[in-house]
């Protein structure tokens, strides 16, 4: 009964790699989110796309990048790692309809960056 | 002033007690009201949802808008352990579909045995 699905549970990867992290949806979605979640700081948006090869920037981009090459899968892309990315990261997905109820996330990722 | 204010708790309660969660907003513009609870590592999954103001319920839990203060809570009946997880608010103007959603910070909650 999974439909958010996150490639990885927990991740170790070391400062100045470049990190996917793949996200796969399989409720026909249109809308697609990447969230960090940090003690303290809450949910911060980093990108949404709207449609398939779609990106728009959320409140935290920097040091980030996405892909949406198929409806279904959503990836998020650390160009350069830092410790500072240490982070659980959370995919959500949505309809893009007027009167949907809010999201489905996917279970997270727990990145570590040493 | 933030968009949506979440007490983060700890809220410490027996087993058994009647829990109490709130946020407040300051868009007069959301109508979409729902909650989310997230245990531990996990991600968060949608517990209730309410449109424009009243209260709406589901077994033990209920969700009440006030539009007019705004002001919305969640109610836990009857707590249990399993409870114990971090509830997080979360509002939009249309749904969540064409705006996105606001959330609150979250509120953890621990029921005690």
């Known amino acids: 009964d999974v439909k958010v699905t996150q490639s990885s549970r927990y991740l170790v990867k070391r400062t100045g790699e470049k990190v996917f992290l793949e996200c796969v949806q399989d409720m026909d979605h249109e809308n697609m989110f990447w969230y960090r979640q940090d003690p303290g700081l809450g949910l911060r948006l980093i990108y949404f796309?709207?449609?398939?090869?779609?990106?728009e920037k959320g409140d935290i981009p920097e040091g980030y990048s996405v892909s949406r090459e198929k409806k279904e899968r959503f990836s998020l892309i650390l160009e350069s790692a830092s410790t500072n990315q240490t982070s659980m990261y959370l995919c959500?997905?949505?309809?893009?309809?007027?009167?949907?109820?809010?999201?489905?996330f996917g279970s997270g990722t727990r990145l570590t960056v040493v | 002033q933030k968009e949506v204010e979440q007490d983060p708790g700890p809220l410490s309660v027996p087993e058994g007690a009647i829990v109490s969660l709130n946020c407040t907003y300051s868009?007069?513009?959301?109508?979409?009201f729902m909650w989310y609870r997230q245990y531990s590592r996990k991600g968060p999954e949608l517990l209730m949802y309410t449109y424009s103001s009243g209260n709406k319920e589901d077994g033990r839990f209920t969700a009440q808008v006030d539009k007019s203060s705004k002001y919305i809570s969640l109610f836990i009946r009857d707590s249990q352990p399993s409870d114990s997880a971090t509830y997080l608010c979360?509002?939009?103007?249309?749904?969540?579909?064409?705006?996105?959603?606001?959330f609150g910070k979250g509120t953890h909650l621990i029921i005690q045995p």
């Open positions: 979360a509002m939009s103007e249309t749904g969540g579909g064409a705006d996105g959603l606001t």
């Open positions: 868009n007069s513009a959301f109508q979409y």
């Open positions: 959500a997905s949505s309809f893009r309809g007027q009167g949907s109820y809010g999201y489905t």
């Open positions: 796309s709207y449609d398939v090869k779609m990106k």
